[in-house]
C-alpha cells in the first residue's frame, strides 16, 4: 500500500496501540487504519463507554487537512469528517472503513478518549453534533462581544440557577422590568 500523502512512498506496519496494526507513511508519519484492524482491536477494548467531553488539547491541524487523499486500498477519494469535541482537525474515512490520520491525530484522539470512538466520527449523528458545537460557540462568541465577558458569564450562572428554580417566572418577569422589587 502507497502513502494517500507526499510522495506516495509505500506504508510501514505499526502498532498503534497493542492489538491495533496500522500502516505509518514514513514521510509524513500519518496513519492508515484498516477497517478490520480498528473493529478487532475496539472489540477487545473493555466494555465501558468512554467519555468524550469538550477538551482543550494542544492538537495542531496538519498541513495536509485540506489535501484530498486516496484510500490506500481502494485509490478511491476519502471523505473528511471533523472530529469537534475540542479537536480541530478533520479525519479521512475511506468507503472501505478504513480511517487515515495525519500525524499527531491518533495521539489527540486518545488523549481525549476518542480513540475509542474513531468508527462514529463520520455518522451522521455525530456530524450534526459537531455543527451544533460550533453554532453554540458562534452565539456564545456574539453574546461575549454584545455583552462582555463579565456580564455573560453572570448571566450564564443565573441562568443556571432559574433553569429549575419554582419562582422561575416571576424572577424572568423581574428581569424585564414587569415586576418591582
Given at each position: 500500500m502507497q502513502s494517500p500523502l507526499g510522495s506516495h512512498k509505500g506504508l510501514e506496519r505499526v502498532e498503534l496501540e497493542p492489538g491495533l496494526v496500522a500502516h505509518r507513511c514514513p514521510e509524513t508519519l500519518g496513519h492508515w487504519i484498516p477497517l478490520e484492524n480498528y473493529q478487532n482491536w475496539h472489540a477487545a477494548q473493555p466494555a465501558e463507554e468512554p467519555t468524550h467531553e469538550m477538551v482543550s488539547v494542544k492538537a495542531e491541524v496538519s498541513e495536509f487537512d485540506d489535501v484530498p487523499k486516496q484510500c490506500p486500498e481502494s485509490g478511491a477519494v476519502m471523505m473528511r469528517y471533523r472530529v469537534g469535541?475540542?479537536?480541530p482537525f478533520r479525519i479521512d474515512r475511506s468507503r472501505t472503513g478504513g480511517v487515515w490520520l495525519d500525524a499527531g491525530e491518533w495521539e489527540a484522539l486518545k488523549s481525549c478518549g476518542l480513540h475509542r470512538l474513531t468508527h462514529r466520527i463520520s455518522t451522521a449523528p455525530w456530524q450534526q453534533a459537531v455543527r451544533q458545537q460550533d453554532m453554540e460557540a458562534t452565539v456564545h462568541a456574539q453574546l461575549e462581544e454584545r455583552l462582555g465577558e463579565d456580564l455573560l458569564?453572570?448571566?450564564?450562572?443565573?441562568?443556571?440557577?432559574?433553569?429549575?428554580?419554582?419562582?422561575?417566572?416571576?424572577?424572568?418577569?423581574f428581569l424585564k422590568g414587569g415586576g418591582k422589587a
Open positions: 469535541h475540542g479537536l458569564q453572570r448571566l450564564t450562572a443565573l441562568r443556571a440557577e432559574l433553569a429549575n428554580h419554582p419562582q422561575r417566572d416571576a424572577a424572568l418577569a
